[in-house]
């Protein structure tokens, strides 16, 4: 589809990604264990289109938000798009839920048949011929070896189903295993100002192994955007899953908004949002090729837009290590290692406009 943004190759593969996606694990709605509560279908999809209107090209999902339902509305927003006007779609595959009752845990199952009929199922609810990338949610819980997974992803693609294959939430040692059988084309880690481990050794990883990394969580599930406060927790529907989470009560809470605060006069300096700040830190790391950016109404992606374009000066970098530091949040490396000017945050040349 048509983007001016900036583009990042994925990994080795043939697509070129904008720098932030648009991350639908709110769209599944409430009623499930880790939903957001409530969401409106049609205030979704406005967001949706309009995200792709202000040149993101990319979204990513997965079967397990609001068990189906977040890919039927995606499927639902790419209706009626051509070839040519349609973003790429990345999807997950291996949490499975039990259809009596919803707020159970999903179980974590990698079977080949089971992750051959998770993608049939997932190609029906988006309506898409081929999924762009499928990517293994979190590791097994039944013993099924990490290989004969894999090999089922591969075999997914040589079938024509599926564009490319990655891994979500896998520690070094399950990458090698993967690596081993066929290359891994991307990894999702939760990464964020807050939640940094990933830096310490996956992304490492995948920046040896020219490895794709597209994270989850930039804004810390909504903490680190401007408008976000303790009340808001407390007005936070039953069913939203934030609300039992060890950074939305005292005393994480509570730093992890002074952590917040000590983004503002960055983001006064580049006359942008906290939220933009807070995705552009995670896009600073080599090997990050892009970041999901969830939203739940088109102001909300106006609220992000920005790290899409904007690049940190080193006093940027070294101003929030220092309250990083300074207020203990969080674990893991506080600061990206220096390096020349990115060159591959580019412009994307004319074949690149033209390319889905």
Known sequence: MLTTLPLRQLGTTDMKITRVGFGSWATGGGGWAFGWGPQDDDESIA????????????????????????EQVVGRALKGRGASDRPYVFTKCGLVWDESNPMKEAVRSLASKSIRRE??????????????LYQIHRP????????????????????????????????????RKCEAVRHVDSLQPPFSLISRDAAASEIPWCNAHRAGVIV????????????????RVKKMADDDWRKKSANFQTPRLEKNIALRDALKPIAQRHNTSVSAVAVAWTLAWPAVTGAIVGARSSSQ?????????????????????????????????????????DVVAESPSKSDLEAR
């Open 47 to 70: 967001a949706i289109n309009h995200a792709l209107e202000r040149g993101v090209n990319w979204i990513d999902t997965a079967a397990i938000y609001g068990l189906g339902h977040s």
């Open 119 to 132: 993608c049939e199922a997932s190609l029906r609810r988006l309506g898409v011929e081929r999924i762009d």
């Open 140 to 175: 097994d819980d039944f013993g099924v070896p990490v290989e004969e997974s894999w090999r089922t992803m591969e075999q997914l693609v040589e079938e024509g189903k599926v564009r490319a294959i990655a891994v979500s939430n896998y520690d070094v040692s399950l990458l």
């Open 216 to 231: 989850y969580s930039p804004m810390q599930a909504g903490i680190l955007t401007d408008s976000f406060s303790a009340d």
């Open 301 to 341: 992606v106006d609220g992000w837009i920005d790290a899409a374009t904007l690049t940190l000066t080193a006093g940027d970098l070294d101003e929030i290590a220092s309250a990083i530091e300074r207020l203990g949040v969080g674990s893991g490396p506080t600061r990206p290692p220096s390096r020349p000017r």
